[in-house]
């Protein structure tokens, strides 16, 4: 048995085990899954590729948009995509992330994209805080209401 022989039936063999394995849906399980790791690969090979010093400091900001948001798709993927509906003020803050690295890491020490990244960042908890008051808020109100009755009753003065 020659080597050529010998590689062509490993060629063979493998393909006989793609088609088997496609045919009992382990890609279509895969793929899924892990979709989102199709976007979050660009966003590190950018962070990669300018810590290389191969692209201009400007790529961060598509690095950092990239990356925040494959790891939110990656929570609403994996957990459910009900979570989506207090996750959503995080898409603007991947906006925020990745002009921050420009500042950071940029040329450029521009007041104004440190003021645009961080008033991004702050709007974008504020609206996740008030996306937990709207979905947790009565909770909380109830909450804060029996504290507030409890420690009334506790000051109050006693009288012997």
């Known amino acids: 048995m020659n080597k050529q022989s010998a590689a062509v039936g490993v060629l063979v063999l493998a ?9 009992w849906g382990v890609f279509a399980f ?17 962070h990669v590729l300018y810590f290389g010093r191969m692209v201009p400091s ?4 598509p690095a950092g948009i990239l990356t925040v948001v494959s790891v939110i798709l990656l929570i609403g993927n994996w957990f459910g995509w009900d979570l989506m509906k207090y996750l959503w003020p995080f898409f603007p803050f991947a906006v925020a992330v990745g002009l921050y690295e420009y500042y950071v890491f940029g040329y450029s ?32 109100l109830a909450l804060a209401l029996i504290g507030f009755g409890a420690w009334l009753v506790l000051r109050r003065p006693r009288i012997w």
């Open 109 to 140: 020490r521009s007041k104004t994209l440190w003021t645009a990244s961080i008033g991004l960042a702050v709007f974008s908890l504020v609206l996740f805080g008030m996306t937990l008051l709207w979905t947790w808020g009565i909770y909380l």
């Open 15 to 23: 393909a006989g085990l793609v088609i088997l394995l496609g045919k």
């Open 58 to 61: 400007v790529a961060l900001v």
């Open 30 to 46: 895969i793929g899924s899954v892990f979709w989102p790791l199709f976007i979050l690969v660009p966003g590190v090979l950018l």
